[in-house]
Nanobody, 130 residues
Framework: VQLQAFGGGLVQSGGSLRLSCETSGFSSDYYAISWFRQAPEKEREGVACIKGTDGRTSSADAVKGRFTISTDNAKNMVYLQMDSLKPEDTAVYSC????????????????????????WGQGTLVTVSS
């Protein structure tokens, strides 16, 4: 199982950016894929989750209404569309895969529990300037 996140960069406050997560080596039907982020000197936190079987999603309160997670199963890609970016969105963004969350669903209380994610990709840095 491999995941690779890319698409980060520097953007002005209020701007948009789309991150991509390329997956390989597994069937997305059995997994949930989530985006996490880690800001400087802060703990890593869950951002958005999508369940492979039905495409249902959830997102953290901090990004609701601004970030959208989606998938293109034919291309083995998961995207994170980020709009109305704020300086506090500056972080390294990573994607990760989980079978337990794929079973329980992204709306489960533990959807962003990091120990449930077996496979992680390298992160991509997003910097939002004020």
């Amino acid at each position: 199982v491999q995941l690779q996140a890319f698409g980060g960069g520097l953007v002005q406050s209020g701007g948009s950016l789309r991150l991509s997560c390329e997956t390989s080596g597994f069937s997305s039907d059995y997994y949930a894929i989530s985006w996490f982020r880690q800001a400087p000197e802060k703990e890593r936190e869950g951002v958005a989750c999508i369940k492979g079987t039905d495409g249902r999603t959830s997102s953290a309160d901090a990004v609701k209404g601004r970030f959208t997670i989606s998938t293109d199963n034919a291309k083995n890609m998961v995207y994170l569309q980020m709009d109305s970016l704020k300086p506090e969105d500056t972080a390294v963004y990573s994607c990760a895969a989980s079978i337990p969350v794929g079973v329980a669903g992204c709306s489960s209380p533990n959807a962003f529990l990091q120990v449930l994610y077996e496979d992680w990709g390298q992160g991509t840095l997003v910097t939002v300037s004020s």
